[in-house]
């Protein structure tokens, strides 16, 4: 089972949740949870962002499929429901969030993996889906080029559990003051000064962002100076330790 900050490849990625990982949004990929996959790296597709000192992520929705008749998805607003009539990916989580907002459920649980480099993705954790809005931002032209016409987008806010495993207590989780998200900007260095080894044996297996000083003990998530690389039998012998 992953940890949240256990770094894995696509294929680890895939054999944990038992299918072929090919869209970033997957609504209920499995009866109690969903999947979805995340990249801040530059020139990412869209933009996800980590607030509230990384208790909180906020992701974008996904653009109409290119084709043809679309050659530029990001001047055209995120769309709700397909041509057939069925919801989309946006649809099937926003109609989550609205009815968890209202009571009418408890909220969805979301496993976030996030790529970080080219085969290599970390495990963010377990996210409770708590909101979703509508944003207008600046359309896009493939060249980056902004236009003066905004465009719909969808935003899905996802807070932080302290969970490891998908259960009651995890839908129902609130205080989240144990745990937090490491920017993948900060991952990303981390992962560059380390060289994608442990930094006590060399180990490049089974690895592992860890927190120098333990978040609980008021180390910070949002530098890289304070997160290193241990392999799995190192970090769970410097947690041994500090329990
Ligand atoms: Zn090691």
């Known amino acids: 089972m992953a940890r949240a900050g256990d770094i894995i490849s696509y294929l680890e990625m895939c ?12 609504y209920r990929l499995h009866s109690d949870y969903s999947v979805i996959l995340m990249s801040l790296r530059q020139g990412a597709p869209y933009a996800d962002r980590v607030e509230e000192n990384g208790k909180v992520l906020i992701y974008e929705g996904h653009d109409i499929p290119k084709t043809n008749a ?19 990916q946006n649809g099937l989580f926003f ?11 408890q909220a969805e649980l979301i496993k976030v993996y996030e790529k970080i480099h080219s085969g290599i993705w970390a495990y963010n954790g377990i996210f409770r889906l708590v909101d979703s809005w509508q944003e207008l931002e600046s359309a896009r032209l493939n ?11 969808f935003k899905f806010r996802l807070e932080l559990t302290h969970s490891d495993i998908i259960n009651e207590h995890a839908a129902k989780w609130k205080d989240i003051e144990h745990n937090r998200l490491i920017p993948a900007s900060v991952k990303l260095e981390v992962w560059k000064r380390d060289k994608g080894k442990c930094v006590i044996c060399g180990s490049a297996n089974n690895l592992h962002f860890d927190h120098i000083i333990p978040y609980s003990r008021g180390g910070s998530s949002l530098t890289a100076a304070n997160i290193q690389l241990l392999c799995a039998r190192h970090n769970i012998a410097k947690r041994d330790k500090i329990e």
């Open 70 to 88: 679309n050659l530029n998805p990001k001047v055209i607003d995120q769309q709700a429901v397909n041509p057939s009539g069925t919801l989309t």
């Open 143 to 153: 060249s980056g080029k902004k236009l003066s016409n905004p465009r719909k987008v």
């Open 15 to 26: 054999r944990i949740e038992g299918v072929n990982l090919q869209r970033g949004m997957n």
């Open 95 to 105: 109609a989550a969030a609205i009815e968890f907002k209202s009571g009418k459920r």
